[in-house]
């Protein structure tokens, strides 16, 4: 009895991440550029945390964007079409300033996506004012950290496919 009781206990307190305390950050958007004739766009923004080196081991760091008002962050693989980009910093003299390598991806089901490159991307961003993008890390043991909103504007995208 004592045994299945201390199984029962480690099965619960496993399934729990911790929260990790971290401060929010707050974003700031630089601007966007395209990279080469590719479908990456290199999102620049600032941030008054360096959440590059807010957790000592990670899973991943990125950028997400949505396209959806209702776009869930903790979850993006139940995003139909979004934008994600691993984090990189940048040097700067003026704080913490990070690039982010983005993608446009449509997710077609649990196995299957395709990138949103040029003219596709294109009737996706017109009629829009922004994009809402965060950044989101995975850490072992913690929950999900996100950061605030940040809006990334269209027309700077658009600007950058329209240059290939």
């Known amino acids: 009895m004592r045994n299945i009781i201390l199984c029962v206990a480690l099965l619960l307190c496993s399934s729990c991440a911790m929260n990790h305390g971290k401060p929010i950050a707050r974003l700031q958007y630089i601007g966007v550029e395209r990279y ?45 079409i979004y934008g994600e980009g691993f984090i990189e910093p940048e040097m700067s003299s003026v704080g913490p300033v990070f690039r982010a390598d983005v993608l446009f991806l449509e997710r077609k089901n649990d196995t299957s996506e395709k990138v949103i490159e040029g003219e596709a991307l294109k009737p996706l961003l017109v009629g829009r004012e922004s994009l809402v993008c965060r950044v989101r890390i ?6 999900i950290y996100l950061s605030e909103d940040m809006k990334v504007p269209t027309a700077d995208l658009l600007r950058e496919v329209e240059k290939f």
Do not use: E, M, W
Not at 138 to 143: A, L
């Open 36 to 80: 080469l004739d590719r479908g990456i766009y290199q999102v620049r923004f600032s941030s008054d945390v360096d959440v590059v080196s807010l957790f000592k081991s990670k899973i991943s760091q990125t950028l997400l964007c949505s396209f959806d008002s209702d776009f869930d962050f903790s979850a993006p693989h139940s995003a139909g």
């Open 138 to 143: 995975n850490s072992y043991s913690y929950k």
